[in-house]
């Protein structure tokens, strides 16, 4: 066995539960690839797929109810403080909110698969009013079907996967090197094209002083949209004087309405 | 949001600093919002 697996197998329960948790918590941690070479050990009968999933319950469940928790007292607060520790901030919360919107509570039982939301699908249903039991049971058959679908696989292709880790294993340091690279790169990527971004957004940004003062003076060389989604607005009924509201899913759709030749400036919420 | 105009040649985008909970904070003025499903609405002040 090679050194890869014969460490999964010492450690095993240990390292599944610190990847889950890693990921539960909203950390760039793929846990994926544990739950796979788990799958694959239990496929040879070298690990417990009933541990397993225990362990992957130990550490999901946990953290999921307390984002849950938060996510019921401090509501939008608690959303884009995660969100901001994803590498797409400004779509994370959108996203999250589109979903629930459109799938309801069968968004917690898929969210586990999309990368970023499972952090953030925990306070929004908290938001949203789902109740605790309910969310404890979504949240449960959730791990069940995102845990055992890749346990599932690895014990299906345990020995293909035995394979995969040997060959790496033979590549030595080289493998880790060249993963480590790869995402080092992802992330430095994704970080360089936000921060510059932000950096132009920064300097084109709109003081509330400042619109009210041109609201004040009659100016009409702009218009003010309001971005926010329907949950949005159902938890705040009220806008800027003016505003017109285009959820930010409608813009592709409504670009049209939006005048060229003026300013605008968006909000949310 | 602003990207995605910026991209559909829309570029005098400018962010509210702070959002609506900002402008609230500062105490100006708001009016009330309610939605029509699946219709965008003007608001007037």
Partial sequence: MSDTLQSLVQYGYLLLFAF???????LPVPAVPVLLG???????????????????????????LFWYELGRRRGNHVL?????????????????????????RKTLVIAKFLPGLSTVAPPMAGMVGIGRLQFIALDIAALILWAGTWMGLGYVFSDALELVASRAARLGNWTAVVIGAA??????????????????????RITPDELKGRLDKGDDTFVIVDTRSVLDVNAAPYAIPGAMWIAAEDIERRRHDLP????????CS | MALQLKRQGITRVR???????????REFPTT?????????????P
């Fill in chain 2, 15 to 25: 962010p509210l600093h702070g959002g609506l909970e900002l402008w609230k904070d």
């Fill in chain 1, 260 to 267: 060229r030749d003026r300013e605008i400036i968006l909000y």
């Fill in chain 2, 32 to 44: 009330d919002l309610k939605l029509s499903s699946g219709q965008t609405q003007s608001v007037t």
């Fill in chain 1, 80 to 104: 884009r403080h995660l969100c901001r520790i994803s590498l797409e901030p400004d779509s994370c919360v959108r996203r999250t909110e589109d979903l629930f919107v459109k799938r309801g």
């Fill in chain 1, 38 to 64: 788990v799958g694959a050990l239990a496929g040879s009968g070298r690990m417990s797929l009933t541990l397993a999933f225990g362990a992957a319950l130990a550490a999901s469940l946990p953290p999921d």
């Fill in chain 1, 183 to 204: 995402f080092g790169a992802y992330i430095l990527i994704k970080f360089v094209q936000r921060r510059r971004f932000l950096r132009g957004l920064r300097i084109a």
């Fill in chain 1, 20 to 26: 889950v948790l890693a990921e539960q918590i909203g």
